[in-house]
């Protein structure tokens, strides 16, 4: 079990790095973040972009690149493909998003000659290190699927628990988050929980134990659950918390960054290998634990 992000780096180091290709490269968050997984053996980087932006940026953070693979691609549109098609060719093992719209780098992602599409719906997990929690724990899906129905979620479910496994966790528990913890059919998000749960018994959903549904709080506490006489091992002891939409999904995101002091991290999985793909509001800390849940994943 992972305790926090500390523990996770040290897992990365371990496992030796992997080659990750920078999309649109010139941005100074994302070279800061590179530098120090580079710099800590945790990859081996090729920055596709305007390689004259790249090497001023380098400069002025001092991050040497004489070892470093540059491509030289100023139209932002063509890096991206580029550097997609280095992770999709075998090249390297991670994608990540530089000075780049989302859009972009989505669209190459999803090109069926270069692209990273496999069978599963592509979905979006968080990694959280929260001072109150005593593990780490993932919340999904809080910025790709907006309304996912049932078989959806249960994609989304199983992205997560590939990365769970990938962090370490080989039986991660999945709480199907809803507004109460009874079921009602005049809320779907309770319906869908009762039924994920059950495919789960049923061995539909596979290397994790799901139940639900839960609310928030004794999904994350022991004693709320007791209060409640909810009787789960999930209650309280939440590796994976599934989202029941992605408004629901982002308040929680915002919330545990902005409010609670979180370490986090985000990843596009769902995808041949991990993309990533965080936000312009992300600082470099963020940007950099996003590189360490990639190389993991990876």
């Known amino acids: 079990m992972a305790k926090n992000f500390d523990s996770l780096f040290k897992l990365a180091q371990e496992r030796g790095p992997k080659t990750?290709?920078?999309?649109?490269?010139?941005?100074?968050?994302?070279?800061?973040?590179?530098?120090?997984?580079?710099e800590k053996g945790i990859v081996d980087p090729i920055l596709v972009g305007d390689k004259e932006s790249?090497?001023?940026i380098a400069g002025k953070i001092s991050f040497n690149l004489d070892k470093i693979t540059i491509v030289d691609e100023k139209?932002?549109?063509?890096?991206?493909?580029?550097?997609?098609?280095?992770?999709?060719?075998?090249?390297?093992q991670v994608l990540m998003k530089g000075l780049i719209d989302t859009s972009v780098i989505m669209k190459a992602v999803l090109d069926k000659e270069i692209g990273l599409r496999t069978d599963s719906v592509i979905s979006h997990v968080a990694v959280f290190d929260v001072p109150t929690y005593h593990k780490v724990f993932i919340v999904t899906d809080a910025a790709m699927i907006i309304a996912p129905d049932l078989n959806q979620k249960k994609q989304i479910i199983d992205n997560a628990v590939k990365l769970a496994h990938s962090?370490?966790?080989?039986?991660?528990?999945?709480a199907v988050l809803a507004a109460k913890e009874k079921v009602s059919p005049k809320m779907e998000a309770t319906v869908h929980a009762k039924e994920l749960a059950d495919m789960n018994k049923a061995g539909e959903?596979?290397?994790?134990?799901?139940?639900?549904?839960?609310?928030?709080?004794?999904?994350?506490?022991?004693e709320s659950a007791r209060i409640k006489g909810i009787d789960s091992v999930v209650a309280?002891?939440?590796?994976?918390?599934?989202?029941?939409?992605?408004?629901a999904g982002n308040v929680l995101y915002k919330a545990l960054s902005f409010l609670a002091n979180a370490k986090s991290a985000g990843l596009i999985v769902g995808t041949s290998k991990p993309i990533v793909l965080?936000?312009?509001?992300?600082?470099?800390?963020?940007?950099?634990?996003?590189?360490?849940?990639?190389?993991?994943?990876?």
């Open 20 to 38: 990750i290709a920078v999309a649109v490269a010139q941005d100074e968050d994302v070279l800061g973040a590179i530098k120090l997984a580079y």
């Open 54 to 56: 790249i090497e001023k």
């Open 75 to 92: 139209d932002g549109v063509e890096a991206t493909r580029i550097a997609t098609a280095l992770v999709s060719s075998g090249k390297a």
């Open 167 to 174: 962090l370490g966790i080989p039986e991660p528990k999945v």
């Open 205 to 222: 959903i596979k290397g994790c134990i799901v139940d639900g549904p839960f609310a928030l709080d004794n999904a994350v506490s022991k």
């Open 236 to 247: 309280g002891d939440a590796d994976i918390l599934l989202a029941p939409d992605i408004e």
């Open 278 to 298: 965080t936000s312009r509001a992300d600082n470099e800390e963020a940007k950099l634990n996003s590189i360490v849940l990639a190389t993991l994943m990876a």
